[in-house]
């Protein structure tokens, strides 16, 4: 997280107001080289797996420089879901809402808190980065939890 209190409040508080947009379930900011920045989402997503996903989230946007495109903004569906991002300076904002959102008001939300949130993403890119702690155990990366492992439709374990 970022060492200012008073940053990572605002940073908090950004993210917060996202919320107001019906549909959206929660968000989360990283910078470039894929360190979790700050989040507003549900418990269910804890700081390993959004960590996780930042660091696949920066690879997509690689893959996009690789072959000489930009990206902006995507939007990645998920069944009843959606992931906005959308590249800022220094990371990447992310937000998951329903697929029902409605998107003109979803990607004026993320404008507004973007240019908000872009100076202490920067500020955030400067620190040096920690270690991150191994993954506990019992949770293997990459695999869905038991109930929800589905392929063509049909559950799988």
């Not at 929660?26 to 360190?35: A, I, P, Q, Y």
């Not at 959606?82 to 008001?105: D, F, R, S």
């Not at 973007?114 to 990366?141: C, D, H, K, N, Y």
């Amino acid at each position: 997280m970022i060492a200012s209190n008073a940053a990572a409040a605002d940073l908090l508080a950004s993210l917060g107001t996202l919320k107001d947009v019906s549909g959206i379930m929660g968000s989360f900011v990283f910078t470039e080289d894929g360190r979790l920045v700050a989040r507003e989402i549900a418990a269910l997503f804890d700081d390993t797996a959004l960590a996780e996903a930042s660091g696949r989230l920066t690879r997509l946007r690689e893959t996009f420089a690789a072959v000489g495109d930009r990206l902006d903004v995507a939007v990645v569906r998920f069944r009843d879901h959606k992931l906005y991002l959308k590249v800022l300076g220094a990371g990447m904002l992310c937000i998951v809402a329903e697929g029902v959102v409605n998107m003109p008001a979803l990607r004026m939300a993320a404008n507004l808190v973007g240019r908000r949130i872009v100076p202490a993403l920067e500020r955030a890119s400067l620190e040096p980065t920690l270690p991150m702690q191994a993954p506990s155990p019992e949770r293997q990366p990459g695999l869905a939890p038991p109930g929800m492992r589905r392929f063509r439709g049909r559950p799988v374990e």
